[in-house]
């Protein structure tokens, strides 16, 4: 995504009791295109840090109530990854490197330095941002990626016990010319073929799916049919293991091709599907569908344990979304869903 379209995603606290310097900055940054909230003491900070997603967070050192070391202790029990820029009024107040240290603040900015130093010290913040979502959507990956390994390992175990029984009974046919063979066997011998060589040909396609999408190709197109199975296959296994209800439809119109980052939200759509189910008991019911719309391919997840998902969690899914272009999240007590732009 370019730098424009990143920051456009982004939400910006900025916390100071200089009424004045706090609306110039508020102002500027508006300009330039932040999307940005003000507030003017630490305890407003701690009230809106937590009731609502920001990716950066401007501090000033002294305010009044809680100042601004105090804010982000506050914080940083529940929020890890929120970008801190530390601001103080004099040359004087900078913080010491064990503090910024212990409490992971990314920067501190002097005021007297002027806003375009300001504006600086954002683009580093800005990129440090998405450099955590690139490592963060790399795991994501990396663990998806290895549980439609384990998946792909325990279907394929399947279909060569299906072939192997096929065999079998071909060759008693074959060895015993002189008997004669009920057409129910026949058929079963049939049947054991064509479900063998339709699953085999989903694995097949479905790994082919994988490979390419390997690249990282931003022009990477995949069937609509081939995203549903993969993500299926993905979770198959945990559901299994869970005794989880895990229902999945599609309704998709035919040859439907999705493109651009749909592999990113094919991981990822998996890896909160998984974390949902995770958090389920036996026989509770996780529903996953795949649909469009005439804008959007829409991954839709519904299960009443969204409600446990941890909010460190869902913040970071917010974060991730950011990173992927055209792609939107919406979560509800009962209900998440991604959307993709055609």
Request: charged share 25%; with cysteine; glycine share 4%.
């Amino acid at each position: 995504m370019t730098y424009e379209n990143i920051i456009k995603n982004i939400n910006i606290l900025l916390a100071d009791d200089d009424e004045d310097y706090l609306l110039m900055t508020y102002t500027f940054l508006k300009q330039l295109g932040y999307n940005v909230d003000k507030v003017t003491d630490g305890k407003k900070a701690i009230e809106a840090l937590n009731s609502k997603d920001y990716q950066i967070a401007l501090l000033d050192y002294f305010m009044p109530g809680l100042n601004g070391e105090e804010v982000i202790q506050e914080i940083r029990k529940t929020n890890k990854q929120l970008i801190i820029i530390l601001q103080t009024g004099f040359s004087g107040q900078k913080p010491p490197i064990e503090t910024m240290q212990t409490l992971n603040i990314q920067n501190y900015f002097d005021k007297t330095e002027g806003i375009d130093r300001l504006n600086l010290e954002l683009i580093s913040a800005v990129k440090i941002f998405k450099q955590q979502n690139e490592i963060e959507l790399s795991k994501y990956k990396q663990n998806a990626i290895g549980n439609l390994i384990s998946g792909i390992a325990q279907e394929m175990k399947a279909d060569l016990l299906s072939v192997s029984a096929s065999i079998e009974l071909a060759n008693m046919v074959l060895k015993d010319k002189n008997t004669n063979v009920e057409q129910s066997e026949v058929e079963k011998l049939n049947t054991f073929y064509n479900n063998s060589k339709e699953t085999l040909s989903n694995i097949d396609k479905i790994l082919t799916s994988l490979i390419s999408q390997s690249g990282n190709d931003s022009d990477y197109v995949i069937d609509g049919n081939e995203a549903y199975k993969l993500i299926k296959l993905i979770l198959k296994n945990i559901a299994k293991e869970r005794q989880v209800d895990f229902e999945t439809n599609i309704s998709l119109r035919p040859n439907s091709y999705i493109k651009g980052d749909v592999n990113d939200i094919i991981f990822l759509t998996s890896e909160i599907l998984s974390k949902i189910i995770e958090q389920s008991n036996k026989d509770d019911s996780v529903k996953f569908a795949l649909t469009e719309d005439e804008e959007n391919w829409l991954f839709e997840i519904n299960s009443e344990n969204i409600s446990k998902l941890q909010n460190s969690f869902t913040y970071l899914l917010r974060m991730l979304v950011i990173s992927i272009e055209n792609c939107m999240l919406n979560i509800e007590e009962n209900k998440i869903v991604i959307s993709l732009k055609k």
